[in-house]
């Protein structure tokens, strides 16, 4: 049982949400804050916005001095008995440790890690996202040949399968490791912090990171890029933004490709841009065709204010 | 389905917990989700039942607090309550919001043996 909220099998949190009602909630950070002066990792009563939602019956007074010790004691208790019943034991095993860990904390001191070996390196990352199609290899495939003349580029391919893009990156004239996922939907920080190392020397340059088509998964996952590059086409429909808003919230550029086939679709450009800054007001957009070229040059120089960009940030903390 | 990862690293932590000190089994796990983080609950629930078996966390139950997706308007200055990204300000109908709360995913804490 959680001691903060008192959530049993019995309330699944889903239920817990339509139950709860403000006056339990009220009642309870009230008898909270009279009993526990600890009480600082508490979700309750922040002002309302941060609060947790709970099951009306869960605030029975029971439940008070589990939650009571957990605070006060730390960590080890013996639950289901008041302070003053604390020396009495075989009464019950049980033991709550209080242990409060971001779950995704481990992938994140990865990306940190990679992060900092990237600047240390004068290397720009960026990391590509899109659903299956959008034509992100392609869309690469152009761009690297045509970097590669004013710097280092590399490339990781994330695929779940095949090594097929990562041939066609080569062929291009770049340096490129394949990284087969297997069943993985998305690629993790230590994947890309293994694959770089068996990437020659980038040194001032670009590093591409080409992750698995899919619109959800890899948004979870730093990778300890500069910043994510969501790629959308036209055949996708206007309203890919809303469907996954968090990818396009966690992106710093939405590169809308196949723009030559316009003339055959209806696709309406404004609605998609507005739909996406609703998910993200500050995201960057550029319009491009991977087939023809058109837009590239607005991409090369989005990349190369993303450089200077990086360039004053290091120069700022090393004075 | 990255919920099958995170629930990877949620048995990683539990595992870590193991080696600090002694318990033979974990009898619920407790998480702090926010509405905004990125992993359904119910996702969570069912992958969490698979990756735990056979671990010291086998059977365990999970309980999930469910916190709500926190947002500044720039447009009206309020502090407002969103259910997910690309939801308008309920004051004054605004996108222009920026989210300050309900991103996290955490192990809060475990009942053990
Ligand atoms: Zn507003």
């Known amino acids: 049982m959680c001691t903060v909220c008192g959530c049993t099998e019995g309330t699944p949190s889903t239920e817990c949400a339509k139950t709860h009602d403000a006056e339990s909630h009220a009642r309870y950070y009230t008898h909270v804050q009279d009993d526990c002066d600890r009480h600082y990792a508490h979700p309750h009563g922040d ?16 439940h008070r001095s589990v939650h009571h010790q ?13 302070p003053a019943a604390l020396k009495v034991t075989g009464m019950s095993r049980e033991r709550v440790i209080q242990i409060e860990r971001d779950i995704l904390g481990k992938n994140n001191g990865i990306a940190a890690d990679n992060r900092a070996l990237f600047v240390a390196d004068d290397l720009l990352v960026f990391n590509l996202v899109s659903s299956p199609g959008a034509g992100k290899t392609t869309l690469l495939v152009r761009a690297v040949s045509e970097l590669k003349r004013s710097r280092p580029v590399g490339v990781i391919e994330g695929d779940q399968q095949t090594s097929s893009d990562a041939e066609r990156i080569r062929a291009a004239g770049v340096s490129a490791i394949q990284v087969n996922t297997g069943k993985g939907c998305h690629l993790d920080a230590a994947v890309i912090g293994e694959a770089y190392r068996r990437l020659p020397r980038l040194t001032g340059g670009i590093l591409f990171i080409e992750n698995v088509g899919n619109l959800v998964c890899p948004a979870a996952f730093d990778l300890g890029e500069a910043c994510k590059i969501v790629v959308l086409s036209i055949t996708e429909g206007e309203d890919k933004p809303l469907k996954y808003p968090d990818m396009f919230a966690a992106s710093s550029l939405m590169v809308i490709n196949k ?3 316009a003339p055959l679709l209806e696709f309406d450009l404004g ?19 991977a087939r023809t070229g058109e837009g590239f040059g607005e991409l090369y120089a989005w990349i190369d204010r993303q450089a200077r960009h990086q360039r004053h940030v290091v120069e700022d903390k090393r004075r | 389905m990255h919920e099958m990862a995170i629930c990877l690293g949620i048995i990683q932590i539990v595992e870590e917990e193991l080696r600090h000190r002694s318990f033979s089994r974990v ?3 407790c998480l702090e989700m926010g509405a905004l983080s990125h992993a359904a609950p119910e996702a969570i629930r069912f992958c969490f039942a698979v990756v735990a078996t056979r671990t010291v966390a086998e059977g365990a139950v999970l309980n999930i607090v469910e916190l709500p997706g926190v947002a500044w308007c ?5 502090s407002i309550e969103i259910a997910r990204r690309g939801e308008r300000c309920p004051c004054c109908g605004s996108y222009q919001l920026q989210v300050t709360a309900g991103e996290q995913m955490r192990v809060k804490e475990l009942e053990i043996d």
């Open chain 1, 271 to 289: 609605k998609t841009i507005e739909y996406a800054r609703r998910v993200s007001p500050k995201i960057d957009v550029l319009v491009v065709s």
């Open chain 2, 74 to 78: 720039m447009s009206c200055s309020k």
């Open chain 1, 70 to 82: 957990a605070h006060g004691g730390q960590a080890l208790l013996s639950g289901g008995a008041g």
């Open chain 1, 47 to 62: 002002q309302g916005l941060q609060r947790s939602y709970h099951a009306r019956d869960s605030h029975s007074h029971h």
């Open chain 1, 259 to 261: 723009i030559d086939l």
């Open chain 2, 27 to 29: 009898r619920s796990v």
